[in-house]
């Protein structure tokens, strides 16, 4: 197979769970912001919003209150998390980016997708590690939830559609191998 540095870029990218402490450095999460805002958008109506948080307290207020609408919820398993004292949903990462839009077009949370692949692929080429984080998406209309983000820059009028964690991937914990499952590839 044919290949260069995107392709290798790709291949290489793995969700990363365990973060060193080292902030992410201004320089380095702008370009990873801006890599977010060159990806597609559905008539290029580009509704999206990046906020991003590097403040630990801001980070651990919002993680205790998406628990505290995880511990409202139906789901068992959501409640399970939302009492556990040591679930951290964000995985302690230095920065959180939060994605968002207005969720008046059916595509805005693809366009979000695409925003957050970039921000991936873009921190890759960077030597930082990420991973998606989807619980904001399900709370962020509770309340205290809502208040939260919206003070944090997070426009009113949006939706969360997902979170990018960024750092500096934890050197003790091994990358996992990327297996690709035989038969997601159709030619006509």
Same mark, same amino acid.
């Given at each position: 197979?044919? *290949?260069?540095?995107?392709? !290798?870029?790709?291949?290489?990218?793995?969700?990363?769970?365990?973060?060193?402490?080292?902030?992410?450095?201004? &320089? =380095? #999460?702008? *370009?990873? #912001? !801006?890599?977010?805002?060159?990806? /597609?958008?559905?008539? %290029?109506?580009?509704?999206? %919003?990046?906020?991003?948080?590097?403040?630990?307290?801001?980070? &651990? &207020?919002?993680?205790?209150?998406?628990?505290?609408?995880?511990?409202?919820?139906?789901?068992? %398993? #959501?409640? &399970?998390?939302? @009492?556990?004292?040591?679930?951290? @949903?964000?995985?302690?990462?230095?920065?959180?980016?939060? +994605?968002?839009?207005?969720?008046?077009?059916?595509?805005?949370?693809?366009? @979000?997708? @695409?925003?957050?692949?970039?921000?991936?692929?873009?921190?890759?080429? #960077?030597?930082?590690?990420?991973?998606?984080?989807?619980?904001?998406?399900? *709370?962020?209309?509770?309340?205290?939830?809502?208040?939260?983000?919206?003070?944090?820059?997070?426009?009113?009028?949006?939706?969360?559609?997902?979170?990018?964690?960024?750092?500096?991937? =934890? /050197?003790?914990?091994?990358?996992? !191998?990327?297996?690709?499952?035989?038969?997601?590839? *159709?030619? +006509?």
């Amino acid at each position: 197979m044919k *290949t260069n540095e995107v392709l !290798e870029n790709i291949k290489a990218r793995r969700s990363v769970r365990a973060y060193t402490t080292q902030q992410v450095a201004e &320089e =380095d #999460l702008l *370009t990873i #912001l !801006e890599a977010g805002t060159y990806a /597609p958008s559905g008539m %290029h109506l580009e509704t999206w %919003h990046f906020t991003a948080i590097q403040n630990t307290e801001k980070l &651990e &207020e919002l993680n205790a209150r998406i628990k505290g609408a995880f511990t409202k919820s139906e789901d068992k %398993h #959501l409640q &399970e998390r939302g @009492c556990n004292q040591t679930y951290c @949903c964000y995985y302690h990462a230095p920065t959180l980016v939060i +994605v968002s839009n207005e969720p008046t077009q059916w595509w805005a949370g693809m366009d @979000c997708a @695409c925003a957050i692949e970039n921000m991936f692929l873009a921190a890759r080429s #960077l030597g930082i590690g990420s991973c998606w984080i989807n619980q904001l998406g399900t *709370t962020c209309d509770a309340p205290e939830v809502r208040e939260f983000i919206t003070s944090l820059g997070v426009p009113e009028n949006h939706k969360v559609y997902g979170c990018v964690a960024l750092g500096y991937p =934890d /050197p003790s914990i091994p990358m996992k !191998e990327k297996r690709v499952k035989v038969g997601t590839i *159709t030619v +006509v």
